[in-house]
């Protein structure tokens, strides 16, 4: 387990290297969530936050299992619990700041709403923009 926490905190050091680098490459960046954070992926990250906090659904996803999920949507992809909980998978790769839990359910669902609400105030703050 501690082995899988090193790693998965290694992971995001590399992903926010790159993030910086291309930042210094001459991309439009926002500094936010602790790092420079590339336009096109802060929009994906504001499209991934509202998928997983519309209605809050992402705290009702945070406390199903994959299992539970499926049989609550008979399998719809499309259906907001599967939207956030694949979105929150995606969240999780990002740069968003918010503590990543090895068991699911102890993630705080407050966290990752407050750390989106924090990136849609830097993107819509002109000061926080480079290029």
């Known amino acids: 387990m501690k082995k899988l926490a090193a790693l998965l905190l290694m992971l995001l050091h590399i992903t926010a290297n790159a993030f910086s680098f291309s930042c210094m490459a001459g991309a439009s960046c926002i ?65 968003l700041r918010f503590d990543r839990r090895q068991r699911l359910e102890e993630t705080k669902y407050i966290q990752i709403k407050q750390a989106c609400a924090e990136l849609l105030r830097d993107f819509n703050d002109d000061a926080k923009w480079s290029r």
């Open 31 to 95: 500094a936010s969530q602790g790092t420079k954070i590339p336009s096109k992926t802060a929009i994906w990250m504001l499209d991934r936050c509202e998928d997983f906090t519309r209605n809050d659904i992402g705290s009702r996803a945070l406390r199903m299992s994959v299992k539970q999920i499926l049989e609550a949507t008979n399998g719809q992809a499309m259906h907001p619990l599967n939207v956030a909980s694949y979105a929150y998978d995606q969240l999780a790769e990002s740069p």
